[in-house]
């Protein structure tokens, strides 16, 4: 599985098109606090269900608040067969909203 940090996906945001999937697996609650515009909200502990949904993505990005519910989430999608699956760590939403980037 691919790993990059919360820095190289501010720098490919801009650039994303409908192919490409921002999944924040924060609670429900956390994400309407403020999350990546255009990032699609399913908490960690519920991406089975929806693991089918995301083979139509060339890549699907998956983070969190620090990182650690994001490699669950993404442990847990490669498990289901996805291979476009690209984990977010190296500080998550926390590191975001401290570097002042934009949030929805």
Not at 4 to 13: A, C, P, Q, T, Y
Not at 20 to 37: K, M, P, T, Y
Request: net charge negative; glycine share 12%.
């Amino acid at each position: 599985m691919q790993t990059i940090s919360i820095d190289e996906l501010h720098d490919l945001v801009g650039g994303l098109d409908d192919n490409h999937l921002i999944l924040d697996v924060r609670s429900s609650a956390e994400f309407s606090e403020g999350h990546i515009e255009g990032a699609q909200n399913t908490p960690h502990e519920e991406v089975g269900a929806i693991a089918q949904d995301l083979k139509k993505y060339k890549t699907v990005y998956v983070h969190c608040k620090m990182g650690g519910r994001a490699k669950v989430a993404a442990d847990t999608l490669n498990a289901s067969g996805l291979d476009n699956i690209v984990c977010v760590g190296d500080g998550g939403m926390h590191r975001w909203t401290e570097m002042g980037w934009p949030t929805a």
